[in-house]
């Protein structure tokens, strides 16, 4: 299954979970999707993200010097993040239980069902 899509809906979701605990730079959130086992997110798509959680208020920033290379910019998740990934939680685990539901292999096949008994004749055991 392509879970490209897949991701591009749980991207937000999946980017405040990762930096609940700690704040993080772009790449450091790339890194710690992928340690989770998001192995095909985008830098690009985390950045994207990054900055529309930001614009929408869900995150602050701030910039760390750095002596060997460009300045880092840091996001951390506020209230208004932490009510977002709350919610969208709650969204998730409902929808994850409806799917599993749904996908779960039966124990009766559809063959198994559709199959008649067997015709015994009169006087047969």
């Known amino acids: ?18 930096i609940q605990d700690e704040d993080g730079y772009g790449y450091d959130v790339v890194r710690r999707l ?8 985008g830098d690009a798509s985390v950045y994207g993200t990054l900055r529309r ?3 929408a208020g869900a995150l602050t920033s701030y910039v760390v010097p750095s002596d060997d290379g ?8 506020n209230a ?4 977002m990934l ?5 969204s998730w685990t409902s929808f994850a239980t409806t799917m599993s539901r ?8 559809k063959t198994a069902r559709n199959t008649p008994a ?8």
């Open 70 to 77: 460009p300045h880092r910019k840091y996001y951390g998740i």
């Open 102 to 109: 749904l996908l779960a292999v039966k124990t009766t096949s």
């Open 118 to 125: 067997p015709v015994r004749t009169i006087g047969e055991k």
């Open 1 to 18: 299954m392509d879970t490209t899509q897949l991701l591009k809906g749980v991207l937000d979701v999946a980017v405040l979970a990762a």
């Open 86 to 90: 709350r919610e969208q939680r709650e």
């Open 34 to 41: 992928r340690a989770a086992g998001l192995d095909e997110v």
């Open 80 to 83: 208004q993040g932490t009510a």
């Open 53 to 55: 959680l930001y614009s």
